[in-house]
């Protein structure tokens, strides 16, 4: 029997059962993919995860390879709105760092057991004494008993936890074309800078670019939810949403995936010895850039009491309370910071372009612009 089994191994289970496992903890982690990566979006971590992680060697290990973006800057119609300095947020690392989720994964996978992979959980149940989990494997029906378990598997593990009709997610009913591409020559010179973050906001809606190693750019753009969803369409509307904003990657897009946004927020992250972390107790929207990292926060602050609970044998109830309001009061943060970023980068009509404009200008203007920056890097989080 496992003291802790993990039910997912993307960024937020990996953290978990890496944590765990340095603390002495026996973990097991299913996961239901036959292989790692694939299909994710997270590029960016905020200061207050590097933090988390620093005293165990991970975040040394995350800045080896990854940009560190201590600006952005806010666009429309090739003229400056105003600037975002994370370099000027009062924390122990001024900047956002970013690298592919994939990479991200295999940094957290160093520390963590080797996942079983192509387990489809299908029940989480309690057990005399813990936990059990029941699941298939290679075809066949398995179960496992663990003394607890943390499901972190994403919306899709949602149903393990939570009855459907007593909780559904709100779908946005915005639409966005994404993708990586080689950043090439840029015709702007004020953001020149490969290090630096551009949010075009025009009548067209949100072009958001980040850099990411290797000179790559990750771009997303708001699409007409009524669009096509043929691939080599969603391509062309892509590259024309970058050559409008003057980005010389334009040419470089050779494919675009297509993705909505939901909001979902769990009241309650715990029911006995299950947890629930990450997207599966709460999604929202990627446009902000702060899901993976509420789930990451999750993990890194859950580890200590779990282990404790594990090694003495008596839960830390007081703490393990005061853990789930101040993660269950983050995600109700950065949800409605989440919303407000959707509404912002809509296709909006000339007016509403105009205070859009406006409105963005006195957000990123003194004295504002520094609380706008540390909203932005996660400076208030509950656990920050």
Not at 89 to 108: C, D, G, H
Not at 127 to 155: C, K, M, N, Q
Not at 332 to 360: E, H
């Amino acid at each position: 029997m496992a003291e802790v089994t993990v039910v997912g191994a993307g960024p937020v289970g990996l953290l978990l059962a890496g944590d765990l496992a340095r603390r002495g903890v026996d973990v097991e982690v299913l996961e239901r993919r036959a292989a790692a990566g694939g299909g994710t979006r997270a590029i960016g971590i905020h200061a207050p995860v590097l933090a988390a992680l620093e005293d165990a060697g991970v975040t040394e290990r995350l800045l080896e390879d990854a940009v560190r973006v201590r600006r952005g800057e806010a666009r429309s119609g090739g003229r400056l709105l105003g600037v975002v300095r994370f370099d000027r947020v009062a924390t122990r690392f001024p900047f956002v760092a970013t690298l592919p989720q994939a990479a991200t994964e295999a940094v957290l996978a160093a520390d963590a057991p080797e996942p079983r992979r192509g387990a489809n959980v299908m029940a989480v149940l309690p057990a005399a004494g813990g936990v059990r989990v029941r699941a298939g494997l290679g075809g066949r029906p398995i179960e496992l008993d663990s003394r607890f378990v943390v499901v972190a598997a994403g919306a899709g593990g949602r149903g393990l936890v939570y009855r459907p009709e007593a909780l559904r997610p709100r779908e946005y009913r915005d639409r966005y074309l994404m993708t990586d591409a080689a950043a090439g020559a840029r015709t702007d010179d004020r953001a020149a800078d490969a290090e630096v973050a551009v949010v075009h906001l025009d009548p067209g809606g949100v072009l958001e670019s980040f850099p990411l190693p290797g000179g790559v750019r990750r771009f997303v753009a708001w699409d007409d939810p009524r669009a096509s969803a043929d691939p080599a369409s969603r391509v062309r509307r892509l590259r024309a949403a970058l050559e409008r904003r003057g980005e010389s990657a334009a040419d470089a897009v050779e494919d675009a995936t297509s993705f909505g946004v939901r909001r979902f927020v769990a009241p309650r992250l715990r029911n006995g010895r299950v947890f629930v972390i990450g997207d599966t107790a709460h999604e929202v929207s990627p446009i902000g850039g702060q899901g993976m990292n509420l789930g990451l926060l999750d993990a890194a602050t859950l580890a200590p009491l779990l282990a404790r609970w594990v090694r003495t044998g008596e839960a830390p109830e007081p703490e393990l309370q005061r853990w789930e309001r101040r993660r269950v009061r983050s995600a109700r943060a950065a949800a409605r910071l989440a919303w407000a970023n959707t509404a912002l980068g809509r296709a909006m009509p000339g007016v509403l372009d105009g205070a859009r404009r406006t409105t963005v200008r006195a957000m990123l203007a003194a004295p504002f612009d520094r609380v706008f920056a540390r909203a932005y890097a996660m400076g208030f989080d509950a656990d920050a």
